[in-house]
């Protein structure tokens, strides 16, 4: 039974993660600048990668290769949301203004 | 907790990441005790047992707190970037925090970085600016219960 299942799920899951990676990444080209465009990137890509791991995790060998996948997120969440408070924090010491709606 | 309970669930902690990291084999071992040792060693360094110990009883909580709102502020900034910029009217924010400084703050302004809408920008003594995709969403009182999800997951007090 959850052989026949477990394919599906976990093609539903990829299939979502690569939505979210694709928005992300439509985010990164739309949005007018660099404090927009690490929201696109901190927040669409990475929930992107949680559904493209968990996927993935559901189709492997065993448990611990499973985990060992899933283990890959909180890393990628960590490094994602350092890398983007000093990014936007250098950009915001550089005097780089933030994009309104009124400016051209 | 005990400093020796706390010792035993790290070194636990840190055999379940050696196995998962070999990935179930265990011929390796011999040489995961010794990592697991040294990991144990490191963390006590740099993380001395008694302050800021997480309380495992609020831990569930706060993941499915934190899970849900990834995926709603991945939602959220998916649609956004379907719609292009006149879905956007960024502004600066400051925040003033309420939680002690160290660990308890760290992990906030890294987890409103993947919540929906803000991204921390600096934090100077116990303000913290941050860049919000749009003013008229509720960002301050989703921090307020970020920030009561975290004192309650350290114990600690707003």
Not at chain 1, 10 to 24: E, K, N
Not at chain 1, 44 to 59: C, K, M, S
Not at chain 1, 65 to 83: D, E, R, T
Request: hydrophobic fraction near 55%; include cysteine.
């Amino acid at each position: 039974m959850t052989d026949l299942i477990m394919p599906w799920i976990s093609g539903t899951l990829l299939i979502v993660g690569a939505f979210f990676y694709a928005a992300g990444t439509l985010g990164l080209l739309r949005f007018p600048d660099v404090y927009s465009r690490l929201h696109a990137l901190a927040k669409a890509d990475n929930l992107g990668l949680g559904f493209v791991l968990l996927g993935l995790a559901l189709q492997a060998e065993s448990i611990a290769v499973g985990l060992k996948l899933l283990l890959i997120w909180p890393l990628a969440l960590a490094a994602s949301a350092g890398v983007s408070y000093a990014i936007a924090r250098r950009a915001d010491s550089l005097g780089v203004k933030p994009w309104c709606k009124d400016s051209p | 907790m005990s400093l020796i309970r706390i010792l035993w669930l790290r070194v636990l902690l840190f055999a379940c990441l050696w196995w998962i990291l070999a990935e179930g084999r265990l011929d390796g071992w011999l040489l995961g005790g010794v990592a697991v040792i040294a990991a144990t060693w490191t963390s006590v360094a740099l993380w001395p047992p008694p302050a800021h110990g997480v309380r495992l009883t609020a831990l569930p909580g706060f993941l499915a707190f934190f899970f849900a709102n990834s995926v709603r502020g991945g939602w959220q900034v998916a649609l956004m970037a379907l719609r292009g910029r006149r879905a956007l009217q960024p502004a600066f924010l400051e925040l003033p925090l309420n939680l002690p400084a160290g660990a308890p703050r760290i992990l906030l302004i890294n987890v409103l970085g993947l919540m929906p809408g803000t991204v921390g920008i600096e934090l100077t003594g116990d303000r913290l600016r941050l860049h919000v995709l749009h003013q008229d969403l509720p960002v301050v009182a989703e921090a307020r219960a970020l920030e009561r999800r975290i004192a309650a997951l350290f114990g600690a007090t707003t």
